[in-house]
């Protein structure tokens, strides 16, 4: 079985959704599955694989910034310091 990251059920205030990212490790996935998540397996559950959700020649350049390793500490996804946005930053 696959999870997907989502951002609809509005359990979160906005802007504090990552914090998901630390439950999905503390109830047993590895830091890179919930990662993947929110890329390669949200873009396949939405039919959009290789287009979104995977650094690749010819897909989006959306991506975020963070200070640290969150394959170390997947908290660290909490505090983004940059966003790239179709291939600009924008924050």
């Given at each position: 079985?696959?999870?997907?990251?989502?951002?609809?059920?509005?359990?979160?205030?906005?802007?504090?959704?990552?914090r998901?990212?630390?439950?999905m490790?503390?109830?047993?996935?590895?830091?890179?599955?919930?990662?993947?998540?929110?890329?390669?397996?949200?873009?396949?559950a939405?039919?959009?694989?290789?287009?979104?959700?995977?650094?690749?020649?010819?897909?989006?350049?959306d991506?975020?910034?963070?200070?640290?390793?969150?394959?170390?500490?997947?908290?660290?996804l909490?505090?983004v310091?940059?966003?790239?946005?179709?291939?600009?930053?924008?924050?």
């Open positions: 079985a696959k999870l997907t990251f989502g951002t609809d059920a509005a359990v979160y205030p906005y802007g504090l959704g990552a998901q990212f630390a439950y490790v503390r109830y047993g996935m590895t830091p890179m599955q919930a990662i993947r998540s929110a890329t390669t397996e949200a873009a396949r939405l039919g959009k694989e290789g287009e979104v959700g995977s650094l690749r020649p010819g897909a989006w350049g991506l975020i910034a963070v200070r640290s390793d969150p394959l170390a500490d997947i908290k660290a909490e505090k310091e940059a966003v790239i946005k179709g291939g600009e930053l924008v924050r």
